[in-house]
């Protein structure tokens, strides 16, 4: 059974430190926000001018004042602050980001990230992914492993246009994850998602991988 979208952001919560600064991307990343254990210092950033970001709001709770970067509603903690873009891309651009976890269309085998726009259709702009896979000390890529057509997103080369080259650490997805490992310049499967086989995964990934 592949992970729902609610399990793999609780994975890449899984990821996260006491003392983080943590960037997340649009779809699936936002989700990491209500997994974050209540016991973790852990500092939520978005580019569009927050710093300390709470989880999704209850019903009663929404204000439409407050959104992130993808527009969704959300809440501030008592260490919340506010400022503008400039400021907020010179804390991604400075490298004072140590994780973002981001959505992707497609991942490389090489760590190569296309997640902003596809040919063709309209797009409002490539928004911060560009600043963050080129500023942040640690990228991970969560997406859907094949896209609606059953075709792998996880692949040998890119084919829509590139948002970063060699950048994503760690790749997961709905039927396992993956660790770069420096020493072979590839990506190491690390578990896989239950009643996921091995032959599955190897079926749906065009990417040269080490099983």
């Known amino acids: 059974m592949a992970w729902s979208r609610d399990e793999m952001a609780a ?4 990821e996260l430190q006491n003392g983080f600064y943590v960037n997340l991307g649009i779809g699936i990343p936002t989700l990491v926000a209500n997994h974050i254990p209540s016991d973790m210092d852990v500092t939520l950033q978005s580019e569009n001018g927050m710093l300390g970001m709470g989880p999704f709001p209850t019903e009663d709770a929404v204000d439409a004042d407050l ?12 260490k919340s602050s506010f400022f503008d873009s400039a400021t907020s891309f010179a804390m991604i651009r400075g490298g004072h980001i140590d994780l973002s976890i981001l959505g992707a269309m497609e991942v490389s085998e090489t760590g190569d990230i296309a997640n902003w726009m ?10 911060g992914a560009m600043d963050l896979v080129a500023g942040v000390k640690r990228c991970i890529a969560v997406f859907d492993h094949t896209n609606k057509r059953g075709e792998s997103k996880f692949l040998k ?3 829509l246009p590139l948002t970063g080259k060699a950048c994503i650490q760690m790749v997961i997805t709905d039927l396992g994850v993956f660790d ?6 590839s990506f190491r499967l690390r578990t896989l998602a239950p009643s996921v086989t091995l032959d599955e995964i190897k079926d749906k990934t065009e990417a040269n991988i080490i099983w």
């Open 157 to 159: 080369s890119c084919t």
């Open 180 to 185: 770069w490992d420096n020493s072979q310049n």
């Open 118 to 127: 596809i040919p063709g259709k309209m797009v409002k702009g490539m928004g």
């Open 11 to 14: 994975i890449a919560a899984g």
């Open 67 to 78: 959104i992130n970067a993808g527009k969704q509603t959300i809440t501030t903690l008592p």
